[in-house]
Nanobody
């Protein structure tokens, strides 16, 4: 089992920045590919960013490329999502997730999930 706890969400004006953090406990963190997903009301859960076990490879959804950055610290068992130039359409509940295999975009590929942290971007 891997337990994931997100933090760092909040209310921010358009153009602002936020840093989300996800703390992991349980199994060996460095064995897991980590992903960030988001879900807005009435919409499906969407892949935002993913990072490989070593941190050497990352992947982003097109809508956040150049604005968001994912990073991990295997010594501290944490993964972060740095969000800049936020837009109202980035408003959603953001989740971190873990799996053992590859960076993929399907929520069903991820075995462990946090409870989510709300990000609200005002115009």
């Amino acid at each position: 089992q891997v337990q994931l706890v997100e933090s760092g969400g909040g209310l921010v004006q358009a153009g602002g920045s936020l840093r989300l953090s996800c703390a992991a406990s349980g199994r060996t963190f460095s064995n897991y590919v980590m992903g960030w997903f988001r879900q807005a009301p009435g919409k499906e859960r969407e892949f935002v960013a993913g990072i490989s076990r070593s941190g050497g490879s990352t992947r982003y959804v097109d809508s956040v490329k150049g604005r968001f950055s994912i990073s991990r610290d295997n010594a501290k068992n944490t993964v972060a999502l740095h969000m800049n130039s936020l837009k109202p359409e980035d408003t959603a509940l953001y989740y971190c997730a873990a799996q053992r295999v590859l960076i993929t975009t399907l929520p069903s590929d991820y075995n462990y999930w946090g409870q989510g942290t709300q990000v609200t971007v005002s115009s």
